[in-house]
Each structure stands twice: as C-alpha cells, then as structure tokens.
C-alpha cells in the first residue's frame, strides 16, 4: 500500500489547463487483468463480479483489464486469414458463431432489459464492422494480409468482451466503464507486436483514467490493443493483455497486478508433462522473466519489465479459487538459500555442419522460413563452433504452435536443398531445450553440479547459462527430453 500518492484531478473542459492537486493518503490502486478462461462463461464472470465486489472494500481505486473470451482471438485471426484468400462464407460463418456466442451469454447473464438490449446492439455493430474490413481486404487483391487490417479485426473480441463485463459490474451497484484501449495505451506502429511508449500512455491515463478513478467508477479496459500517436489500432501480440495489464499498472503507480486465469499460479513445470509439478509461491522478477520466455506459456514475456522497474507486486490467481494465495513476484531479499525453482521444456531447431565458418547466412535463412512458416521470428539460442563442426541452435516461440517444428524442419530441408553452395552441408533436426531457473544460479556451483549430475546417461548437445544470472539450459534430442524435464524437476521439488 502506498503511503501517499499525489493524484491530479483534472476538472477543465480543454484537458491540461487546470488541476486540483489531491493529496490521498493510504490510497490504495488495484489492477485485475482477467484472461480469455476467466471472461468466457457465465461461470467465470459470476465468480469475476464475486472477486470485484470483494476487493471493492479493500482497496480505493480498482482498474480492470480484460481479454477476450477464450478462443474468440484465433476466430478472428481466422477470419482475416479467410478474406485475404476471399473465402466470404468463410470468414461470414465466424462472424455468425462469434455473434451466437456473445448474444448466448449476455442472454444468459442476470441483466437488466436496458443493459441487454445497449450490449446486443453493440455486438451487432462491433461484428458489422469486423466485417466490414474483411469485406475490403477480401476485395483488394494482395500477396499478403495488410497488418493494419489484421489487428482492426483482431481488436474486436476484447471490445465485445469488456462492453459486457461492464455491463455486468453495472447490474450490479458498480460504477463499471468500458474503455478502449486505443485511447490510453499509446504504441508504435508495428502492427502485431506493437510496444508501447510509456511517456505517451502516462499521459493519457492521466487525462483518462485518474479522474475516472477519483470519482469511484472501474474502468474495464481492452487488453491486448493500443493505437499510434496518429490512432491507428494496433496489439501487442498474442498473449498481449498481460502486457496491457502491466504497463497501465506501472502508468498508475499501482500497488498491485493480479493476473486472473484458471490456473492456480505459476507452477513448477507444465503438469501436462510431469504431474508431480507444484504452484511455486514466490518468485523473483528476474525468474518470472526467465519462466516466460523459456516457455511457461501462462504470462507475455514482456510484461515484466515495466513492474520491476516500479517494484509493483504481480499475484497470479485462479479465477475459481480466489482465496488461494496463488504465486506472487516481487524482488526477493536474497536471504534464503538459492535453489532451483521452476524447469521448463522449449521446442527448438538445431543445425550442423561439418565445418566451420560465418553463421550469418544460415541465421537469415532459419528466421525467413520461420517467418514464412508460422509468422514468428526465431530466437538464436546457442551457436557453438570447433575447429571442423558449427552448431546452432534456435528456440521455436510457443506462439508458433505445436506442428511449428516439423514445419519448419521440412520448409528448411527444401530450401537448403535449393539454396546457394555456400549453404550446402548444413544438416537440420529437432530439438528440445530443457531450461532451469532459480535465482543466481550462477554463484552457485553446486547447485549447477546438482543439475549436471541429474542428467545421468543423458546426452547434451548444447549449453548455456542464461545472461539473467538465473537460467541454466541444456539442449538435448526431443526423445531424451521428457526424461530430463522429469530429472531436473525432481531437484526443483526437492528443497
Ligand atoms: N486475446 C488476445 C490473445 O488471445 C490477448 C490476450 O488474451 O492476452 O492473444
Ligand atoms: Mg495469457
């Protein structure tokens, strides 16, 4: 809780020109992101409302983000993919499926007539236009879909979903607001994967969202999307609500940031793989970071940044299980002893070669057919080079999916096989990179000598000690994979 936090009130007509100070002790700012699994049903918003009821009373000013409703993203991506090969009962069929789903659960949802009847018409309009921008895309020929488009049509899911949410908070004694994104979060233009400026948002929030706040209402805020200084609507990439989340929380001076989604916290390995996996109650920004981008698919990885910067504490809960403590991230003081908190498993290609020499050639080729393939770029993970052999090594990013690997291995076998000689000899397989995280690994020899010894008769291709100071990765074979996530896990269990 902050001891005391200088708001400014802005009360002129033309924004900027008068202020009222307002000096408010023990304010307290809460931030709830809730994911698409904890927006998508009747069940989940009941237990939304609960959860904004409850934290009504424990803090002053309450901000909510929220995604759209589980899957209705893909839907949308889809359905821009659809026009752009002119499929028009393609991309029509989505926006009728999106439109049942919607108008089933505002049905559903205990709603005055007023709210229900403001919220359909919404929906109409919302997907008329989502139309609309497929109807032109289908209509001007081009080799690929213009970006622009693609995030215009990709923004509607958290528009439906946080005009509904707001509905509902209003049905029920609260002062909920939809807000859209594209007025507060300031971007850059890259379409797609857009950053934020923070100076810009910082502003807009200001103008926007402090007065709101001082006068008790919630905004309900569209994760996920933004706009360029000149209002063009962009998004920060898959996932990008968690990162929406953090830099308005870091733009408030929030206290803290709750992530809300059906998982109960961050946990020690995907329990999809090893089941013995545990929640980890605490960890560092650092190791959160690490987690993230080696995989842990539950949080953007660029979402931590902004709160270390400003210490705002992040808790990750479950939407069904709100009195469980969750995983909350903080600095850590560095008095316990170190130890290995969470492994986690990462698909990757490798490349070799009987020779040595520039790597930059070969770098280019991987991340364009990756490009091509899946539309992400890829992350040279370890290159490594003898006297006669290079290797490289290149992490596949999750949000390429499951099949991205056999892809990939196969676009890239065609086209070495077409490729200039100077590329010949370059032999391609799958790989997987087993990744353990615990705070200043580094320092700690044998916490490393632990982790090596754990890998018993398993071959490792390739090392490398994170510039985090508290990652270790191996790479090994995909079919030795699983049994070294189950080794090393066994460590992170161990305390
Ligand atoms: N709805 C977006 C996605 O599915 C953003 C988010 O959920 O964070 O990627
Ligand atoms: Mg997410």
Known sequence: MALCRICYNDTSENSGSRYILRVAWFMSTLVMKFGGSSVGTTIALTQLLSIVLHERRHHDNLLLIVSALDGVTDMLLEAAHLAQVNNQRGYRRIAATLRTRHMS??????????????????????????????????????????????????????????????????????????????????????HGNAAPDIELTRERVRQHLLPMLASNIIPVVTGFIGATPRGKTTTMGRGGSDYSASVLSLCLAADELWIWSDVDGMMTTDPREIEEARVIEELSYNEVAELAYFGARILHSRMIQPLKERSIVLRIKNVYKPQQPGTVIRHTTGDSPPR????????????????????????????????????????????????????????????????????????????????????????????????????????????????????????ILGLAQGPSRCSLSVVVDPQDAEATLRQMHALALSR
Do not use: Y
């Open 105 to 190: 659960l505002v049905e559903q949802l205990p709603l005055g007539s007023q709210e229900r009847s403001t919220l359909q018409a919404d929906i109409d309009r919302l997907l008329f236009e989502m139309l609309d921008v497929c109807q032109s895309i289908a209509h001007t020929p081009s080799i690929a879909l213009p970006p622009e488009a693609s995030d215009v049509i990709a923004a509607v899911g958290e528009r439906l979903s946080a005009r509904i949410i707001a509905a509902l908070l209003r049905q029920n004694d609260l002062r909920g607001v939809a807000i859209d994104g594209t007025d507060v979060v300031i971007t850059s233009a890259v």
């Open 340 to 459: 290995l908190k969470a492994v986690t498993m990462i698909q990757g290609i490798g490349l070799m070669a009987e020779r040595s020499g520039a790597l930059a050639d070969i770098t280019r080729l991987v991340d364009e057919t990756l490009f091509q393939t899946s539309g992400s770029h890829a992350d040279v993970m370890l290159s490594s080079q003898s006297s006669a052999r290079s290797f490289l090594c290149f992490i596949v990013p999750t949000s390429a999916g499951l099949e991205a690997v056999d892809m990939i291995r196969n676009a890239l076998r065609q086209r070495l096989l077409n490729a200039d000689p100077a590329l010949a000899g370059w032999t391609v397989q799958p790989l997987s990179v087993v990744t353990a995280i615990g705070e200043n690994l580094d320092t700690f020899p044998a916490l490393t000598g632990q982790v090596f010894a754990a890998l018993h008769g398993i071959r």
